[in-house]
Nanobody
């Protein structure tokens, strides 16, 4: 059974950092496109980052603050988030797709349960 499990969320002050983890079971992450999405209350789910092979991409609004990476030995993808802002508060999800290349939620087949990130003083 293919499964994704996120961890690492929590409460952080503005300007702080968090690293989210997404660990897969039942499949090998480096053979899939892996993406991070987030959803704030009352808002649509939005793409945060994507990694496929050695290629990564981010929305322009997040470049320089968020970094996606993958540890193949641990079958885990990470999202390093720096200089966090209150508007980064959301539930963060990782998702996997066999052939996706962009951050469109409907293109992704497998989803984790989400992890809450709250940025507040």
């Amino acid at each position: 059974q293919l499964q994704l499990v996120e961890s690492g969320g929590g409460l952080v002050q503005p300007g702080g950092s968090l690293r989210l983890s997404c660990t897969a079971s039942g499949f090998t992450l480096n053979t899939y496109t892996i993406a991070w999405f987030r959803q704030a209350p009352g808002k649509e789910r939005e793409g945060v980052s994507i990694i496929r092979g050695s290629s990564t991409n981010y929305p322009d609004s997040l470049k320089g603050r968020f970094t996606i990476s993958r540890d193949d030995a641990k079958n885990t993808v990470y999202l390093q988030m720096n200089s966090l802002k209150p508007e980064d508060t959301a539930v963060y999800y990782c998702a996997a797709a066999r052939w996706a290349t962009i951050l469109v939620p409907n293109d992704y087949t497998y989803w984790g349960q989400g992890t809450q990130v709250s940025v507040s003083s």
